[in-house]
T-cell receptor
């Protein structure tokens, strides 16, 4: 399977715990994105990387959220001190740097439930 | 207020009917994508349009990009139950094509 891979698919955690999600992009893609999607809404941009550099972060990404892409390949998204409002689907996407018509391909997502 | 507004939000039709979903904005986009998403899964890319006025066909699906690159439509001919899902449009803006803005989606239910 050469698509975007996300792990775990589902995560249930207690409020206040830390969680970490992993994303493995399509191998030749140098751009990686994290999005969050709540029920009935479209995905909302969180952050993106070009290679290992985190180039943009949304104001949605509070100081409890941190994302890394240490070697420009896989990425992790960590949420510290989880809150019930963090419950959502966390989506990762990757793309190849282009000139204006970049296409992003998504993984299957990680469904987080904070209880 | 979302950058991309999709309409209708919900659509329930009988198998065999035609339908059109709209994606509108006041902003210009360098490209626009349409995705289909099933419950519990990530969005799956259907098509990308990049040129104003462009029309692309994918079997029974026809996608159009507005002349001014501010809007798009998706037309499905003879809908089938397998077309059921959430249809999302997403655009990359002219000056920042690193980030994709999504509409809130159109939830389509095709009844057999």
């Amino acid at each position: 399977d050469t698509g975007v891979s996300q792990n775990p698919r589902h995560k249930i955690t207690k409020r206040g715990q830390n969680v970490t999600f992993r994303c493995d992009p399509i191998s030749e893609h140098n751009r990686l994105y994290w999005y969050r999607q709540t029920l009935g809404q479209g995905p909302e941009f969180l952050t993106y990387f070009q290679n290992e550099a985190q180039l943009e972060k949304s104001r949605l990404l509070s100081d409890r959220f941190s994302a890394e892409r240490p070697k420009g390949s896989f990425s992790t998204l960590e949420i510290q001190r989880t809150e019930q409002g963090d419950s959502a689907m966390y989506l990762c996407a990757s793309s190849l740097k282009g000139q204006g018509n970049t296409e992003a391909f998504f993984g299957q997502g990680t469904r987080l439930t904070v209880v | 207020t979302q950058l991309l507004e999709q309409s209708p939000q919900f659509l329930s039709i009988q198998e065999g009917e035609n339908l059109t979903v709209y994606c509108n904005s006041s902003s210009v986009f360098s490209s626009l994508q349409w995705y289909r998403q099933e419950p519990g899964e990530g969005p799956v890319l259907l098509v990308t349009v990049v040129t104003g006025g462009e029309v692309k066909k994918l079997k029974r699906l026809t996608f159009q990009f507005g002349d001014a690159r501010k809007d798009s439509s998706l037309h499905i001919t003879a809908a089938q139950p397998g077309d059921t899902g959430l249809y999302l449009c997403a655009g990359a803006r002219v000056y920042n094509f690193n980030k994709f803005y999504f509409g809130s989606g159109t939830k389509l239910n095709v009844k057999p």
